[in-house]
């Protein structure tokens, strides 16, 4: 496997396929400004010559910067190698037209909770992609968390607002409960923790019930209670979260699409 680019979300994956029982020596890592982390890697093959005929390629650069990442790769094109590109909004007829149009192409938007084998990847394959190479990405990415097959690539856009950039809206809500927290007179470490396992207890309680996530707020919210008082403010028409929600993913979904001609 050859990985080019290695930030936070390379970081991401390769702990996960290195905790899935990945050898380190079947990986090459290319990336111009190396991490302390993957410096300390041992076994990786880092900014080393690539081998001639990878099973996988997986693109982890920021899409800003595929125009002048992607053509001295080109010879990995039109042969059994996979580019597998998590690059945000280019579309896979961005890397036909790089790598050759017989080239099969996998476009994934993993999200962050993959470090922690927690994360749920979305991609979409091109029509070169044999069955075993859809299974192997599908492994990939079930390795760190849940993959998920797109049928209609223009969707991904919209997966980009909801799941790519959603931990970003989670952090934003425990940082937030925690600002509110520590307003109310809490001390800020009680309050961050008290954000931290609300969360991560709500989660997991939403990925093992099974109800949706309106049945488990209402199973919180007592007639004439506390919570009601609450929800009155995040639920308002125009102001509350869903009307937000629905915009800060939107936007999101708006800058994948501007970033689709790199
Ligand atoms: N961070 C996240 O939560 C997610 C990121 N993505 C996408 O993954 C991609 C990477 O994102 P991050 O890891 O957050 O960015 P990052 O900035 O942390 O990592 C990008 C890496 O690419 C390297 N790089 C730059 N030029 C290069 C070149 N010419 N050759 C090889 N490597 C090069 C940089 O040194 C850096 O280590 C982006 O396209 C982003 O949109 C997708 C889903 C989630
Ligand atoms: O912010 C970004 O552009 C990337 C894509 C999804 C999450 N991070």
Request: aromatic share 4%; proline share 6%.
């Amino acid at each position: 496997m050859v990985v080019i680019g290695c930030g936070f979300m390379g970081k991401a994956l390769l702990e996960g396929w290195l905790a899935s029982g990945v050898k380190p020596e079947a990986i090459h890592v290319q990336d111009p400004a190396p991490s302390d982390w993957l410096k300390a890697q041992t076994g990786f093959h880092l900014n080393k010559d690539l081998p001639a005929n990878p099973a996988v390629l997986v693109i982890a650069t920021k899409p800003q910067v595929l125009a002048e990442v992607l053509p001295p790769l080109a010879h990995f094109g039109d042969g059994d190698t996979i580019v597998v590109t998590i690059a945000t909004g280019a579309p896979l007829a961005y890397y036909e037209a790089s790598f050759g149009a017989k080239t099969p192409v996998a476009r994934a938007m993993p999200n962050l909770p993959a470090a922690v084998g927690a994360g749920v990847t979305v991609f979409a394959c091109n029509a070169n992609v044999s069955d075993a190479q859809a299974e192997l990405v599908a492994d990939l990415f079930n390795a760190v968390g849940t993959g998920i097959a797109l049928a209609d690539e223009e969707q991904m856009h919209a997966v980009t607002g909801i799941s790519g950039s959603g931990p970003a809206y989670v952090f934003a809500m425990a940082e937030a409960m925690t600002k509110a927290g520590e307003a109310m007179g809490l001390p800020r470490d009680l309050a961050s923790t008290l954000a931290v396992h609300t969360i991560a207890g709500a989660g997991a309680m939403m990925r093992e019930a099974d109800t949706e996530a309106g049945d488990l707020r209402r199973a919180v919210t007592s007639k004439g209670g506390t919570t009601a008082e609450a929800l009155k403010h995040l639920m308002a028409p125009g102001t509350g979260l869903f009307d937000l929600m629905e915009k800060a993913s939107g936007a999101s979904r708006d800058r994948s699409i501007e970033l689709s001609t790199p």
